[in-house]
C-alpha cells in the first residue's frame, strides 16, 4: 500500500524537477526562435538542455533548415523519411537510366522538398552530436544532398541527361558525409559476440 502511494508521488516530483510538467516554453528559451521554442516542448530534459546550449547562430541555422521544408510530418520519423528519400534517389537512377528527364526532375525535387520528421530534425540526432561543432556541418550536408538534387532537376528540364547524372554521386556524396558523421553502420546487432569491424 505504502508503495503504491509513493510512487506518483516521487514520479510527480521528478517530472516537476525534470521540466517535463511545466505548459510554457522552457525556462531561458525566451531568446530563441518561436518555433524552436514550440519544439522543444516535445523534447526529453536531456535533448533539452543540448539544444539550450547552442549558440544563437546555430539555432537560427537549424531554424532555417526547418523554414526551408515547409511541409510537416505527423507522425513519421527521420528514418522512415530518409527511406522516402532513398526511394527518390533510386527513381532518379531509374529516370537517368532510361532517358526520362521529366521522371527524373520529378523525383530530385521531391527529394529536395521532404518532410520534416516529427518533432523536427534536432531529436533523432545522437545526443552527443548536439553541439556547436558537429551541428555546423548541416547546411554543407544539405547543399550537398538538395542543392545537388536541384541542379539535376534544372539540368534534366533543359535536357542534359548527361550534366543530370553526374549530380547523382554528389548528392550520395552529402548521404554518406552525413550518415558516417551522425548515423554509422544501421542495425548493429547487440546479440553477436564479435563487434562489427567498424
Ligand atoms: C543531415 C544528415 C543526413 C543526410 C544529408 C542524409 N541522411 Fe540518411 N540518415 C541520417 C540519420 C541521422 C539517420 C538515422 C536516423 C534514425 O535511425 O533515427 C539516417 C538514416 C538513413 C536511412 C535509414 C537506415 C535504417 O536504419 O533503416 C536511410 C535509408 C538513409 N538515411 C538514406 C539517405 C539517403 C539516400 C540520403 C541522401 C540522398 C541521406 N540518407 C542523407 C542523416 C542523414
Request: contains cysteine; glycine residues 4%.
Amino acid at each position: 500500500m505504502k508503495k503504491t502511494l509513493f510512487t506518483p508521488l516521487v514520479l510527480a516530483a521528478s517530472l516537476a524537477s525534470s521540466g517535463l510538467m511545466a505548459a510554457d516554453a522552457p525556462q531561458g528559451a525566451a531568446s530563441m526562435p518561436v518555433e524552436m521554442q514550440q519544439m522543444m516542448k516535445a523534447f526529453t530534459p536531456e535533448m533539452r538542455q543540448k539544444v539550450m546550449a547552442l549558440s544563437p547562430e546555430l539555432k537560427s541555422t537549424i531554424v532555417k533548415l526547418h523554414a526551408t521544408h515547409p511541409r510537416r510530418a505527423k507522425e513519421t520519423t527521420l528514418r522512415q523519411i530518409m527511406h522516402e528519400i532513398l526511394s527518390e534517389y533510386q527513381s532518379i537512377a531509374s529516370a537517368v537510366a532510361t532517358d526520362n528527364a521529366e521522371q527524373a526532375a520529378e523525383a530530385a525535387r521531391r527529394l529536395a522538398s521532404h518532410r520534416i520528421p516529427k518533432g523536427g530534425l534536432l531529436p533523432y540526432f545522437p545526443l552527443d552530436k548536439i553541439n556547436n561543432n558537429d551541428m555546423a556541418v548541416l547546411p554543407t550536408m544539405n547543399t550537398a544532398v538538395e542543392g545537388s538534387a536541384l541542379k539535376l532537376a534544372a539540368a534534366a528540364d533543359a535536357g542534359d541527361m548527361p550534366l543530370a547524372a553526374s549530380y547523382m554521386s554528389d548528392i550520395m556524396t552529402g548521404c554518406v558525409a552525413c550518415h558516417q558523421k551522425f548515423r554509422g553502420v544501421p542495425g548493429i546487432s547487440a546479440n553477436l559476440m564479435t563487434p562489427q569491424s567498424k
